[in-house]
């Protein structure tokens, strides 16, 4: 899956840290989650691949970040900043989940 050259965003793939305590992780656990290839941190895919998997449903994660703590890019960004790259990404995730739907989408009868 590809986004549009002009999405304004990049692409990646990867696994996933997820934790109960996003926002008060320190430096080392950032560093490690990061060291072991993790691509981002959130809190809801491994509850959300859990009960899919119990289920036997496919699974799929979007997520959309627009900082990286691993490397302190977030602190830079002025509030303006920050809201253009929301509405950029928001954009570009709308796209691609219309995008994963239609491919991966099982025809319903006639």
Same mark, same amino acid.
């Given at each position: 899956m590809r986004l549009p050259p002009d999405a304004g965003v990049a692409l990646h793939r990867g696994p996933v840290w997820t +934790?109960?305590?996003l926002l008060a992780e320190g430096q080392a656990e950032i560093e490690a989650w990061a060291a072991k290839g993790c691509v981002a =941190?959130? @809190?809801e895919t491994a509850s959300a691949f859990a009960v899919a998997e119990h289920f036997g449903m496919k699974r799929l994660s979007l997520l959309f970040a627009f900082d990286?703590? =691993?490397t302190g890019d977030h602190i830079a960004? +002025?509030?303006d900043a920050k809201a !253009?790259?929301?509405v950029v990404g928001e954009?570009? @995730?709308i796209e691609?989940?219309? =995008?994963? @739907?239609h491919r991966?989408? !099982?025809p319903r009868g006639p």
């Open positions: +934790t109960s305590a =941190a959130d @809190m990286n703590p =691993a960004l +002025t509030d !253009e790259r929301r954009r570009a @995730m691609l989940a219309l =995008a994963v @739907m991966f989408a !099982e």
